[in-house]
Nanobody, 123 residues
Framework: QVQLVESGGGLVQAGGSLRLSCAAS????????MGWFRQAPGKEREFVAG????????FYADSVKGRFTISRDNRKNTVSLQMNSLKPEDTAVYYC????????????????WGQGTQVTVSS
C-alpha cells in the first residue's frame, strides 16, 4: 500500500509561482509512474502532468505546457510540480497519483492518490 502526501499549496497572485511536492511511502517508489491531477470547483478532475519511474521529460496537459514542470527524486521518494506564470484558472485542488501502468490522462488508471492540496490564484 502506497501512501502519498502532497504539500506546498497556497494562495498566490496571478503571474506568481508555487512548487508542489508529493512524498511517497509504503512501497517501492521506482515501481510507479507518477502523475499530478487537479479538480476545480464544479469541474471534473483533469490530468496536469506525468513522469515515468526513471524521470526525464514529463508529459503535460496543453493548458500547462511551458508553465509547469514535473520532476521526481527517487532517492527521496518525492515528485514535484513547479508551477510558474500561474493564472486564476489554475485554481484547484491538486492531487498526486501513482500508477503501475503507462502514464495516461485517465484517473481510473492510477492506483493510489493523495489527499490533495489547495492552490488558489488571485487575479
Amino acid at each position: 500500500q502506497v501512501q502519498l502526501v502532497e504539500s506546498g499549496g497556497g494562495l498566490v497572485q496571478a503571474g506568481g509561482s508555487l512548487r508542489l511536492s508529493c512524498a511517497a511511502s509504503g512501497g517501492t517508489f521506482t515501481s510507479y509512474n507518477m502523475g499530478w491531477f487537479r479538480q476545480a470547483p464544479g469541474k471534473e478532475r483533469e490530468f496536469v502532468a506525468g513522469i515515468y519511474w526513471s524521470g526525464g521529460n514529463g508529459f503535460y496537459a496543453d493548458s500547462v505546457k511551458g508553465r509547469f514542470t514535473i520532476s521526481r527524486d527517487n532517492r527521496k521518494n518525492t515528485v514535484s510540480l513547479q508551477m510558474n506564470s500561474l493564472k486564476p484558472e489554475d485554481t484547484a485542488v491538486y492531487y498526486c497519483a501513482a500508477t503501475n501502468t503507462l502514464i495516461t490522462a485517465a484517473g481510473r488508471n492510477y492506483n493510489y492518490w493523495g489527499q490533495g492540496t489547495q492552490v488558489t490564484v488571485s487575479s
